[in-house]
């Protein structure tokens, strides 16, 4: 039941999200309490049990609210630049092109210095990148699902022959790669001194898939 003394709102649900995003990203989530994500929204604690269940529903609540947010986010920025190429689904190297250049968009969508998530909720990825909690699997999983279905199918249109095992083989070095050069540009050019920081998302699309295509081919 609801706090007697207290109305329930959106704004009051949103506060709490917002709180725990902030604490979960900067103390982690076994030192963030319920009592100090309340004491930042300025909000009863007992309105997280109200709304969340508990701690470990307010976690996955917080994973919803940045995977709606940026699913969003990346939507405006397909509708607003479109691909140029029709992907016809027989034509494997057109359709990797594709698939790399949305992966490329959607992680600089995750990792955009002007978005106001950017900090906390990079921290949330990459933790949960290195070690998934259980509160939340199924939820990176099902974001997950579409990408790795599209990577299978360009590998299999690619390299029919190749086994389940090695398709998904080529298709976790396809993702590791795009990720790759999408994060860690800056880190690179301490060490690739003559790479260039500048490349846009289709420039680099078109390399990885070369690239990628070139390695899959050979037989």
């Excluded at 076994?30 to 709304?51: F, H, P, Q, W």
């Excluded at 909690?133 to 099902?142: F, I």
């Amino acid at each position: 039941m609801c706090p007697f003394d207290v109305i329930p709102s959106p704004d009051t649900r949103d506060a709490l999200i917002e709180a725990a995003l902030a604490c979960f990203a900067k103390y982690g989530y076994d030192a963030t309490s319920i009592r100090l994500v309340a004491s930042m929204a300025g909000k009863n604690s007992s309105l997280i049990s109200y709304y969340f269940k508990g701690k470990e529903g307010l976690y996955r609540e917080v994973f919803r609210y940045l995977l709606a947010h940026f699913s969003a986010k990346t939507a405006r920025e397909d509708a607003q630049n479109p691909p140029q190429v029709t992907v016809n689904p027989m034509d494997g190297r057109t359709r990797l092109r594709a698939h790399i250049r949305r992966i490329l968009r959607e992680v600089d969508a995750h990792f955009d210095s002007s978005d106001p998530l950017r900090e906390p909720a990079s921290r949330l990825w990459l933790s949960e990148l290195q070690s998934p909690r259980h509160e939340v699997k199924d939820l990176l999983q099902a974001r997950m699902e579409p990408f790795v279905r599209e990577a299978r199918a360009c590998v299999r249109a690619i390299r029919p022959d190749l086994s389940p095992e090695e398709v998904d083989f080529w298709g976790i070095t396809l993702h590791g790669s795009c990720i790759h050069h999408a994060l860690m540009s800056e880190i690179n050019g301490l060490a690739w001194t003559s790479a260039d920081p500048s490349l846009s998302l289709d420039t680099m699309a078109d390399r990885l898939a070369d690239f990628t295509y070139h390695g899959l081919s050979q037989r």
